[in-house]
């Protein structure tokens, strides 16, 4: 027997009352739509076609990236996260060293090193604690987040950049970098937790630069 296409019509997005508990598999089954879909939860969460200025914040960091890391460590954006709990989270962008040729239907938590995310009106609560809570207990052992507008923890310049940290004694460690200023943030890159260290200043990402 020959299973049905899964169309977005057969979806409840967003739902807490769906009886069926969708997976990080669910993404797979997908049409090719134009919206980004992931599992958080249990429950699909849908996000509209990024910005041009969310895609050039990603680009930014991209090229950054790029000139930092061996080739085996290229960022790979909009690439699902196989999490313990059947999540599938969808970070902008992550590092690890894994050949995706080997992991088509989502790369595993504990070969994910570092997440990054650009944090819109519409997803600020997911990405400051309901992703932020997923990846620290999937393991994740680094968290960028790029925030675009001043938040109760910060409401200087921005943009601003929010790097959690987990430390050699298993605690949470966070650093807030804000625009007009060069910091040195730490990204993971593999599972020993061994650290890169980059400089950035976070107006860059938008084409200023510090003084």
């Known amino acids: 027997m020959v299973a049905a296409t899964l169309t977005v019509d057969d979806l409840d997005v967003g739902s807490s009352k769906h009886p069926r508990r ?11 739509t134009d919206k980004r879909f992931e599992v958080l939860g249990g429950n699909l969460s849908v996000s509209p076609s990024a910005t041009p200025r969310h895609a050039r914040f990603l680009q ?90 001043p938040w109760p923890e910060h409401f200087g310049p921005v943009p601003a950049i929010v790097v959690r940290l987990r430390d050699n004694d298993g605690e949470w460690q966070q650093t807030i970098a804000a625009a007009g200023a060069e910091t040195e943030l730490p990204i993971v890159v593999d599972a020993d937790g061994t650290i890169v260290t980059v400089t950035i200043d976070p107006a860059t990402l938008v084409g200023r630069r510090s003084a």
């Open 60 to 149: 930014q960091l991209i090229v950054l990236f790029s000139g930092l890391l061996p080739p085996e460590l290229a960022p790979l954006p909009d690439t699902a996260i196989r999490l313990p709990n059947g999540d599938g989270p969808v970070p902008d962008m992550l590092i690890s060293s894994v050949d995706v040729d080997d992991y088509p239907r989502g790369i595993p938590a504990e070969l994910v090193y570092t997440v990054f995310e650009v944090v819109s009106p519409s997803n600020a609560y997911t990405d400051r604690k309901t992703k932020s809570d997923l990846y620290a207990e999937a393991g994740i052992p680094c968290y960028w987040r790029v925030e675009q507008r």
């Open 22 to 32: 969708y997976t990080v598999d669910t993404l797979f089954e997908l049409p090719e």
